[in-house]
């Protein structure tokens, strides 16, 4: 059973700064993209942030320029270091891993709570 463990959320007020961390129970060597996405009450989960396993990233327009995504293969973790958070951020944040080639596989993590006060 793979397993996507997220930590690092709590409250911060607005302006501040977290770090996320998703550690994988497999290689991420081998997966192809490492998400990070985000639902907040009463809305639609969404992608904040994806990096390939070439190193690519792309970001949720809102986001940019504020987090910044970044993968450790040799730890088999990824990460979203989240700056000048705003109350709008607040959200319960997952961590995906796909692989879009056989064996194809889609795992979440259980979600780790980000709370930004104004």
């Known amino acids: 059973q793979v397993q996507l463990v997220e930590s690092g959320g709590g409250l911060v007020q607005a302006g501040g700064s977290l770090r996320l961390s998703c550690a994988a129970s497999?290689?991420?060597?081998?997966?192809?993209?490492m998400g990070w996405y985000r639902q907040a009450p009463g809305k639609q989960r969404e992608l904040v942030a994806v990096i390939t396993s070439g190193g690519s990233a792309s970001y949720k327009d809102s986001v940019k320029g504020r987090f910044t995504i970044s993968r450790d293969n040799a730890k088999n973790t990824v990460y979203l270091q989240m700056n000048s958070l705003k109350p709008e951020d607040t959200a319960v944040y997952y961590c995906?891993?796909?692989?879009?080639?056989?064996?194809?596989?889609?795992?979440w993590g259980q979600g780790t709570q980000v709370t930004v006060s104004s």
């Open positions: 995906n891993a796909r692989r879009t080639v056989v064996p194809t596989y889609d795992y």
């Open positions: 497999i290689s991420i060597f081998s997966v192809n993209t």
